[in-house]
């Protein structure tokens, strides 16, 4: 079986090109159940091409044929407040795309599709979707709203204007892929390009992202990304474990000698429960620690410990 480049890295790299339009408009079509052209990728910032991007998610902007703009996202490691981030990043879009004095007519949909490969939560599914509608409290029917198109006056839904959001949890995938949107889950989260695929963009990718097509350079670029990806996942998961280990540790300890003092019961509880919390806080300062040490910046430091940027600057 060949051995196929992985999404984030030729989505950062490669599939930006025009030539290779054709492998994102396919996962496009397959989760908007429509068929989508892209016209351009669009500029963005989170998209640095040094080998220190590694905690940099990839973001990928581009336009449709019918003028709306669909926000790909791809994210390795945990982050804070990824919600918020979302929606702040749709907000951004809307607003640089219309500009100052134009009537509000020029606003564009925003589709904003997130592939994640960390535990964003809890939740079974691998794939979530959600868009705005208003409803009705009482009556629960769906408001329409009159807006003029083509100095014509028709009915719009709120659904038809308001963004849509897609996040694709990789991690959570586990079928054998029998439809085209699981065929494409089966790539995203384990390389794996069928044969006679038939899925949109699979087969332009079984042409475009062989991994024995790449330069020796590309190729050893390549790799050190995964490991990489590899070794700070890893790192951030063991300091995590480690931090708890130690809090549960400490707070056995503490509880048994409080324990003496005010009751074996009480003093077990409180001595878990603040042992716990400095566990969790000391394996915190180690992961922001290993990060410095790796040249992430500070913010993203506090993003993903929590941690102030006052406590990061005197670690």
């Known amino acids: 079986m060949d051995k196929y480049i992985r999404f984030d890295w030729a989505a950062k790299r490669?599939?930006?090109?025009?030539?290779?339009?054709?492998?994102?408009?396919?996962?496009m079509t397959v989760l908007l159940n429509e068929k989508v052209t892209i016209v351009e990728i669009l500029e963005?910032?989170?998209?640095?091409?040094?080998?220190?991007?590694?905690?940099?998610?990839?973001?990928?902007?581009?336009?449709?044929?019918?003028?709306?703009?669909?926000?790909?996202e791809i994210q390795q490691t945990r982050e804070l407040y990824y919600l918020q981030r979302i929606l702040y990043g749709v907000a951004k879009a809307i607003t640089e795309h219309i500009k100052l004095g134009e009537k509000y007519d020029h606003v564009k949909k925003v589709y904003s599709i997130s592939i994640v490969y960390f535990d964003l939560g809890k939740g079974a599914d691998y794939l979530y979707h959600g868009q705005n509608n208003l409803i009705g409290v009482h009556t629960h029917d769906q408001l329409e709203i009159n807006t003029r198109d083509k100095d014509a006056i028709k009915m719009v839904t709120p659904a038809d204007i308001f963004p849509e959001y897609y996040i694709i949890r990789v991690n959570e995938f586990n079928k054998v892929a029998t439809t085209p949107l699981e065929e494409w889950l089966d790539y995203l989260r384990n390389g794996n390009i069928k044969d006679d695929?038939?899925?949109?963009?699979?087969?332009?990718?079984?042409?475009?992202?062989?991994?024995?097509?790449?330069?020796?350079?590309?190729?050893?670029?390549?790799?050190?990304?995964?490991?990489?990806?590899?070794?700070?996942?890893?790192?951030?998961?063991?300091?995590?474990?480690e931090?708890?280990?130690?809090?549960?540790?400490?707070?056995?300890?503490?509880?048994?000698?409080?324990?003496?003092?005010?009751?074996?019961?009480?003093?077990?509880?409180?001595?878990?429960?603040?042992?716990?919390?400095?566990?969790?806080?000391?394996?915190?300062?180690?992961?922001?620690?290993?990060?410095?040490?790796?040249?992430?910046?500070?913010?993203?430091?506090?993003?993903?410990?929590?941690?102030?940027?006052?406590?990061?600057?005197?670690?």
Request: proline residues 1%; without cysteine; aromatic residues 4%.
């Open 243 to 315: 931090g708890l280990e130690q809090g549960r540790a400490e707070g056995r300890a503490e509880g048994r000698a409080e324990g003496l003092q005010q009751g074996r019961t009480e003093g077990l509880q409180q001595g878990r429960a603040e042992g716990l919390q400095q566990g969790r806080a000391e394996g915190k300062i180690e992961v922001a620690r290993t990060m410095k040490a790796n040249n992430i910046p500070n913010d993203q430091i506090a993003l993903f410990t929590g941690l102030s940027l006052e406590e990061i600057a005197d670690l």
């Open 14 to 27: 490669m599939l930006r090109d025009k030539t290779n339009f054709g492998v994102l408009e396919g996962l």
């Open 197 to 241: 695929t038939t899925a949109p963009g699979l087969s332009e990718a079984k042409e475009k992202l062989r991994y024995l097509q790449m330069s020796d350079a590309e190729r050893h670029a390549y790799d050190r990304h995964i490991d990489n990806i590899m070794i700070e996942n890893d790192i951030m998961e063991t300091k995590v474990i």
């Open 44 to 72: 963005s910032e989170g998209n640095q091409q040094v080998e220190d991007d590694k905690f940099n998610r990839v973001d990928i902007k581009a336009r449709n044929s019918k003028g709306e703009i669909i926000l790909v």
